[in-house]
């Protein structure tokens, strides 16, 4: 059974940081790519950040830039996402994903929200 785990999360001040870890399980992890994606109220959901299997090809997006970091640890089977600089419009639920050709599986989702 595949299982994506998501800890780190909560409330946090603007300007403040967490690392959200995505623990993985029932997948052999080295051969998948990881990304990490996020949904606000009332919005669709986005891609916040991308590795490939060996962390060769990273890709953010636009509004985390300079931010957030993905990284990967193959040896256990787990990818984070250490996000600085925290705004307000950050919070939102966040998902990680594990994918690997048409196979894709998602993690159940951590809050994250910033506020004073």
């Known amino acids: 059974q595949v299982q994506l785990a998501e800890s780190g999360g909560g409330s946090v001040q603007p300007g403040g940081s967490l690392r959200l870890s995505c623990a993985a399980s029932?997948?052999?992890?080295?051969?998948?790519?990881m990304s990490w994606h996020r949904q606000a109220p009332g919005k669709e959901r986005e891609l916040v950040a991308s590795?490939?299997?060996?962390?060769?090809?990273?890709n953010y997006a636009d509004s985390v830039k300079g931010r957030f970091t993905i990284s990967r640890d193959n040896a256990k089977n787990t990818v984070y996402l250490q996000m600085d600089s925290l705004k307000p419009e950050d919070t939102a639920v966040y998902s990680c994903?594990?994918?690997?050709?048409?196979?894709?599986?998602w993690g159940q989702g951590i809050q994250v929200t910033v506020s004073s």
């Open positions: 994903n594990a994918k690997r050709g048409i196979s894709s599986f």
């Open positions: 029932g997948i052999t992890f080295r051969n998948y790519g």
């Open positions: 590795i490939t299997i060996t962390g060769g090809i990273i």
